[in-house]
């Protein structure tokens, strides 16, 4: 499903968190709240850029971090479901292992801004 689908997807240009608050291999997890309700968003800093997805499963749409917030393998590739195990590498969300296998995250588009905010959406030209 794409990000946007979702019922509580806040909208473009929606502020996540201030960019210098997301440590290299580092994940925050945050709920955003709109006029459209609690939307929950999981922010991946690698040396490669920020990630951001759905923070939802797909084998069973729970969060990935609702039993652990250590998520992140040790090299920093791969997120791991702490309800399940399945795994989803960091750089396109695809199902790589376990019951991740055949699935992929939501992404969700991100850039940072001139003010140093993640921010959803695509930058602007």
Known sequence: MAWDSYKSAPPRGTRLLESHQLAVDGVHSLPVTSDKGTFPVLLVQ????????VNACPHQYLPL????????????ELIRCSNHD????????????????GDCLDAIPVHVDDQGWIVIGEASP
């Open 86 to 101: 399945a795994a989803f590498r960091v750089s396109d969300g695809e199902g790589v292992e376990g019951l991740g296998l």
């Open 46 to 53: 690698t040396r490669e850029g920020i990630h951001a997805y």
């Open 65 to 76: 971090d609702q039993r652990s917030e250590n998520i992140l393998s040790s090299d920093g």
